[in-house]
């Protein structure tokens, strides 16, 4: 699901903000979505399997939950006048329409400032049937 995320991303995000076709890989003890501001950073797909519903003749009916993680840093001093419009487009991109089959579709994020940087951790997570 990375690649059809990665594709609607590199389609829409259209300002100063851009994602980057590598992964989240540390190099010299710093992550690489802390050196390159404004890239955002999609991490390989998790698929995890859950139980949906169990039954008595042990029929049950699982899930899978893939997780992609994402990450993006921003200047904290100078704000980029499209971040909202971004977060806005990272966000929309759980519903593209290239991911079929699910049954929900989830995008959060949290923020952490650290020295001048404000670093969005997201996460999209998509439900299927198993």
Known sequence: MRAQLLAYLTTNLTGTIKPSQELPWTEGGAALYTKNLRKVYLDDDTIEQAELIGTLDDSDINQNITTVAGFLSVDAKNR???????????????NVSTITNTFRKEFDYTTSIDADRITYEFEYRFYTLA
Do not use: G, Q, S
């Open 80 to 94: 980029n006048a499209d971040l909202d419009t971004a977060l806005t487009v990272l966000a929309a991109a759980r």
